[in-house]
């Protein structure tokens, strides 16, 4: 079926430490989003990236739509990044997003 | 702050009870989503609404229902509550309809059923 899956889905790191978290998918996309939550439970939109590269400070992310699978990249992590990153997409058949089981993030100091 | 609005942030109530989330989108986003965050069903999609209308269902029970008003504003009601409905509830919203439009994110709605 269709399908969205996080890679790990666990992650240690000390701060500074550079990270590579996957999502793979299954279907053609519209719509490809990362989310982080917080631990307050919040949903922060980091980028909306169905193809292509962005960066944002920190944080990168790549999108291969054609091989159905999109990177983020963390860089010099800080102990305020810990939370659980989600990779979210609209397949070209719907309109909601279909979350992936995240990929839950410790940056211990 | 994404600009999109949920009250209340917390809501605890008893089995068999009836409740209503309710949701104000960003200024200008016509289209309205529900999503439901459990610890064994993780975020699902519930519904879509754009412009006062219904567009898409998702794994939404029957005992759920939703509405959006012509002010966009949008209302979540669940009614004959289960300990299984505890959950954090998500509403988005977008510009548009279609499958191309950034989703932004509500602070969520906490519910506990005791």
């Known amino acids: 079926g269709i399908q969205v899956e996080q890679s790990p889905p666990d992650l240690i790191l000390q701060e500074g430490a550079n990270s590579t978290l996957r999502c793979n998918f299954s279907?053609?996309?519209?719509?490809l989003q990362w989310f982080h939550q917080n631990p307050w439970g919040q949903l922060i939109n980091l980028f909306y990236?169905?193809?292509g590269t962005k960066q944002n400070g920190r944080l990168s992310a790549t999108t291969v739509a054609t091989e159905r699978y999109s990177l983020l990249y963390i860089s010099s992590s800080q102990t305020t990044d810990s939370g659980v990153y989600f990779c979210?997409?609209?397949?070209?058949?719907?309109?909601?997003?279909?979350f992936g089981k995240g990929t839950s993030l410790l940056v211990t100091p | 702050d994404s600009g999109v609005t949920q009250t209340p942030k917390h809501l605890i109530t008893a089995t068999g009870q009836r409740v209503t989330l309710r949701c104000s989108p960003r200024?200008?986003?016509?289209?309205v989503y529900w999503y439901q965050q459990s610890l064994d069903q993780g975020l699902q999609f519930l519904i879509h609404?754009?412009?006062?209308?219904?567009?898409a269902k998702g794994n939404i029970l029957e005992r759920f229902s939703a509405q959006q008003f012509p002010d966009l504003h949008s209302e979540l009601n669940l009614s004959s509550l289960e300990l299984g409905d505890s959950a954090l509830y998500f509403c988005?919203?977008?510009?548009?309809?279609?499958?191309?439009?950034?989703?932004?994110f509500g602070p969520g709605t906490r519910l506990t059923v005791l």
């Open positions: 988005a919203s977008s510009a548009g309809h279609g499958s191309y439009n950034e989703q932004f």
């Open positions: 279907d053609s996309v519209n719509n």
């Open positions: 990236i169905p193809s």
């Open positions: 979210a997409v609209v397949f070209n058949s719907g309109y909601a997003l279909n």
């Open positions: 200024s200008g986003d016509l289209s």
């Open positions: 609404y754009y412009n006062g209308e219904e567009r």
